[in-house]
């Protein structure tokens, strides 16, 4: 006999309570005198301060202009206090940085974390808030007619901050990249009336639309597919991200039906109708796009990100405005493995910490509505954080097209604090 709803629920909910506890039994095992750089206050000391200090570390907050040595202070799931010396008997939980880089939670504007519908989900926690991440966009995993067991089974579990761009497609991703089923290949579930109906349904986890435009996932329907993504999005007035890379359609008649606040993911592949010409130059309606408030994301994923095309836009003064994974299933084991590792490289593509940071916190912060206070360490900001190392020795980096690159620093997660509560990274 099958389980009755109520039994079903009581049973996922169990599951997830289990593993919600395994991470605590973590946090609390990291707190132990074995383990002395997060530990708890000493036992009989009053605090009516603070919750959690993260003390010692190089704070590192593109939006307030800052990078420097700084404890930061949490009470009541808020940033409480950012200042150069605060004692440690004021709070109750206790992060030694010392050494360490502290920066807002981090902010992956591109994953795929609805697991077991299709091939590409993975579960977000062991991916994202145990690495640093606080806070991801599913980008469109799900469809009008999946987006109920994702928003149940999924986002409100989750100990991620988890928002949704909805594929325009009904069915969202279900087939993957499987031959001849490409969900634009048959446009019928692609109704931008359902869209946006889900989107007003779902409006405070729905914070905008995706589709994407490679030929074997569209045959010759992108351009009809991008109209229709269009309606949906000027519909519910919600932005539009696109994937490009390998279309049927040339880039340039995408970006012309795209507004500001828009924003072209997988910005810096090698495939056909990219963003650079056969001369190896930005196309005049790419830099066009960007002047009128289009935006462009990394999206490195298994097969996105070229160092070559990357370095070719940055000689022409074209850096991202943000950085993102493109996290799923076929690259958590590489090239990808996690946001972090996604910026390093962007660190050996010489690139500032604080402009990288700056791409993964406040300027993807800006680019949807979250409903919180983000990327930023200012007092009264959500109680997201990430702490880091900053290793320095020789490290060997792949791109999606299989070319590898040495460099010399690498950001290792060491600690993530969402909304107060702490995670400390798996130990490897």
Sequence with gaps: MFPSETEARRTAGSSRRELLATLESSILYAAMPSQPEIRAKTPGVQSNLYDLLIKGGTVVDPAQDLEAPRDVAIRDGRIAAVEADIPSSQAHQLIDAAGKIVTPGLIDLHTHVFPYVGPYGIEPD???????????????????????????FVIEWAATRVRALLHVVATGMVAGGTPGMGELECLRYCDPKLAVQAAGENRDLIVGFKIRFSEKYTGANDYEGMKRARQAADGAGLPLMIHIGGSYTPLE???ALMKKGDVVTHSFNSHPHGVLDNRRKLLPEVLEARRRGVLFDVGHGAGSFSFEVMEQCLNQDFAPDTISSDLYSANIDGPVYDLATTLSKFLLLGLGLREVIRRSTINAAGVFNFGARLGTLACGAEADVSVFELQNREFTFIDSDGKTRTGRQKLVPFATVRGGKLFPAPKV
């Design 126 to 152: 062991p991916y994202c808030v145990a690495r640093g991440v606080t806070t991801v966009i599913d980008a469109g995993t799900s469809g009008a007619f999946t987006f109920p067991a994702f928003r149940r």
């Design 253 to 255: 008649q995408f970006l």
